[in-house]
């Protein structure tokens, strides 16, 4: 399949790193939210971020100007000039399906329509449309201009055609693909996420503060952010979600959240979003 023209659905901050990369790697792309607003805001923040590139000498000012004039607003009934959609909405199983269904119902048969879904089956919301064999998931990491993977999920429908159209898509796009079946928090959260609400217990348990339980696993594994930090980072309410997806769906109660990850979220302390989670900001 050669994909001129991508729609992107989720005109969040996921949607347009999307949007963004697309564009920069020569697709046409149409942002799609059920808010105007959004759209907008999606595309002004891509400007931003265009420029900033630009101001620090990484990229050229044509570029900059190509990358944003193949970036379009588009309604859901654009999508039909598309063959290819990724849906990027909140991670909410009724919505995504119900975004597909739209999806479904506006471009062509054989489009290919990809969620970038963090933990919700691919399978469940492939049965939700017509032609479930094109249904795959594609989870980009955040933010994604600047992270180089993409996990690619199949669900038990899913095409040979539908797969390699996405690795295709997503190479075309700079990044480096992995395949995962289609189980709870496939490769990347079934891992981390369990690391993260490892964290959280050390923290709950008084182990140490969570500076030094950052410092020490920053200095101590060499990765770029202590887990505490990444979970503010990501959103613990995301993490909350993630981890009883994992606990629901895997059956173990390794993987059951951690109290304190629970408190937090309950207090509305989401992490650099709000300003406050294991750390403030």
Known sequence: MDVKVLAVVGAGQMGAGIAQVAAQNGLEVLLIDVNPEFVQKGLAGVRSQLDKAVGKGKLKAEEAQATVSR???????????AQFAVEAVTENEEVKKKVFRSLAEAMPKDAVLATNTSSIPITRIAASVPNPERVIGMHFMNPVPV?????????????????????????????TTVLSKDMPGFIVNRILIPMLNEACFALQEGLASAEDIDTAMKLGTNVPMGPLTLADFIGLDTCLYIAEVLHKGLGDDKYRPAPLLRQYVDAGWLGRKTKRGFHRY
């Open 147 to 175: 992270m180089q993977l993409v996990e690619v999920i199949r669900g038990a429908q899913t095409s040979d055609a539908t797969y390699a159209a996405t690795r295709a898509l997503a190479e075309k796009m700079g990044k």
């Open 71 to 81: 970036l379009k607003a588009g309604t859901p009934e654009d999508a039909r000039r």
